[in-house]
Structure formats: C-alpha cells, structure tokens
Nanobody
C-alpha cells in the first residue's frame, strides 16, 4: 500500500484547510479509512473515520469542525478542517480505520495553526 497525504500548511486560528490522501496498491473502496494526527510528544490519535459505505465518526474535539469524505473513483480520502485551533497542530496521516491498520503510514502532512 502507498499513502500520500497532502494539503497541510500554516494557517491562523479560525482558518481552514483541506487535506487529501491518495491510496494506491489496495482495493480502496472496500476499506474503512481514517485520518489520524500526532502532535509533538503525544500519541497518534484517530480524529475522523469513514466506513466503506460512507458512515462517518469523529473524536469529540473535532466534531462540528472537521468533515471526512471519500472519492472511491479517485482512491482518495479527504479531511475538511474548519475553525482550526492551535491544538489542532500536528502531523496528519491517513490509514485504515479500526484496530487493524497498514504498517506503512507515509510521511503525513504537517498542519500548523498559529494563535
């Protein structure tokens, strides 16, 4: 599997970004997908997930601000992030949702939110 995340950057608090992750080498449409993030000195956490059928779920800290979506034809999962806060600063990765994840995580994409 190859996971190529992009779309990160530096944004002021209250701003927005849209992340994309292109997945190759697997039958993308059959997998539930998730966006994870890892801030310095913290463990990686799942922030949003979308099932193969499009059912979504979010961690409480991003509910109402982040929206996960997928385009199976493009083998891409997206994360629309609005009303960004400094505490959203992290490296963001995509991978399978759920307890079994691909070993390869890719480089992720860095999101920095300034106050």
């Amino acid at each position: 599997v190859q996971l190529q995340a992009s779309g990160g950057g530096l944004v002021q608090a209250g701003g927005f970004l849209t992340l994309s992750c292109v997945v190759s080498g697997v039958a993308f449409s059959t997998y539930g997908m998730g966006w994870y993030r890892q801030a310095p000195d913290l463990q990686r956490e799942l922030v949003a997930g979308i099932s193969s059928r499009g059912i979504t779920n979010y961690v409480d800290s991003v509910k109402g601000r982040f929206t996960i979506s997928r385009d199976n034809a493009k083998k891409t999962v997206y994360l629309q992030m609005d009303s960004l806060k400094p505490e959203d600063t992290a490296v963001y990765y995509c991978n399978r949702a759920g307890p079994v994840r691909w070993t390869f995580w890719g480089q992720g994409t860095l999101v920095t939110v300034s106050s």
